[in-house]
């Protein structure tokens, strides 16, 4: 691996780094945003000559799924198995991934690694990354460029799936509650418009709603992913609508935020109550969910991507092919299963 120096600012930033490095200790690298390192405050060489310099671009922190998932990348980009890390948390914005990615190419990684918040509006900076010669490996949600030899892979879930899945799943609850030939009111609590788990889930639910005239979405509207907003716009429903039985929640957290909003209206839902809940991500939180009776069925989406990716990036680093497209293997979980013991396996 070729020798890499990150930034090396003058024989000021020099004498701070040591003096800094003297009261502290080491600095977490992983702590550093692009723009620090740029700047030159607290900025880094790599010590380690033959790491391998990874920047990785993180949608931001809004769910449990997120949380797990960043976990996931700091675990496996450690010193220990050969890597440096730049972690950038990009706070939902799409505009910081732009700009992350433009101080990945000035710090000259070895790879990019991007979960991109929406899937359009790639092209340019890929471009520039591609002309840089970086790699660029695409995790978790997808890009739509019109070149895919912009990036080098994507490794994740398939959302369309997991929404089919999950209407599938309601219309067996259903059939086992001999409720197949009635009217079924349903709402949406859509995750974070134009990202991939969200278009991916509406579309895969929405084709199995297509194929019974008795269900009637009533509504869909986004809760980005949060709970609170989550709760927000379930209260905003219930309001609106006297009859809602079932609410699709694209993601964990909002599903907690429908739940808190359906209790405080003085409704009931889960198990034994009116509304059935139904959520995506199977987070640890979720199971505890079902456990207490409060959501129905979570539809898995496995957030433990990291060792994938480092895969990937040694396959490569070995002269391999890599697939071009790569989905993880998913199931589901409702109240129906053994959960209690389930849950001491899950590890997110
Ligand atoms: O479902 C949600 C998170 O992109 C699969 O993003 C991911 C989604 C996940 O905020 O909880």
């Not at 609410?247 to 209790?263: K, L, P, S």
Request: charged share 25%; hydrophobic share 40%.
């Amino acid at each position: 691996m070729m020798r890499k120096l990150i930034v090396v600012v003058g024989l000021l930033f020099c004498v701070m780094l040591w003096v800094s490095s003297c009261s502290t200790g080491r600095v977490e690298v992983g702590e550093l945003s692009g723009e620090e390192l740029l700047r030159g405050q607290d900025a880094l060489a790599v010590e380690d000559e033959e790491a391998i310099v990874v920047g990785f671009c993180q949608v931001g922190s809004e769910s449990d799924w997120r949380l797990a998932n960043t976990a996931s990348f700091r675990n496996t980009f450690t010193e220990e198995n050969g890597y440096y890390l730049i972690f950038e948390d990009a706070q939902n914005k799409q505009e910081n991934q732009i700009k992350a990615i433009r101080n990945f190419i000035l710090q000259e990684v070895d790879y990019i690694i991007l979960d991109p918040i929406v899937e359009t509006g790639w092209d340019g900076v890929l471009e520039e990354a591609k002309e840089a010669g970086i790699p660029v490996i695409v995790s978790d949600r997808q890009v739509q460029v019109a070149d895919t030899s912009l990036y080098t892979c994507w490794v994740g879930s398939d959302f369309l799936e997991e929404g089919r899945r999950a209407g599938e799943w309601l219309a067996n609850y259903l059939e086992e509650q001999g409720r197949s030939g009635e009217e079924i009111q349903i709402v949406t609590l859509q995750g974070t418009l134009d990202s991939s788990a969200q278009l991916g889930r509406t579309e895969g639910f929405g084709q199995v709603l297509s194929e019974h005239d008795n269900w009637n979405m009533l509504e869909r509207q986004t809760g980005d992913f949060t709970q609170a907003k989550g709760q927000e716009v379930m209260e905003e429903f219930l309001g609106k609508y006297e009859d809602i039985d079932v609410v699709v929640c694209e993601n964990d957290n909002m599903a907690f935020g429908a739940v808190e909003a359906i209790q405080a209206a003085g409704r009931t839902c889960g198990q034994d109550g009116d509304i059935i809940v139904i959520s995506f991500d199977a987070t640890s939180a979720a199971f505890q969910a079902m456990l207490d009776g409060e959501i129905n069925a979570a539809f898995e989406c496995n957030p433990l991507l990291g060792p994938l990716v480092s895969d990937i990036i040694q396959r490569l680093e070995r002269g391999e092919e890599v697939e071009k497209v790569q989905y993880v293997e998913e199931t589901y979980f409702d109240t129906t299963m053994d959960l209690e013991e389930m849950l001491k396996n899950r590890t997110y």
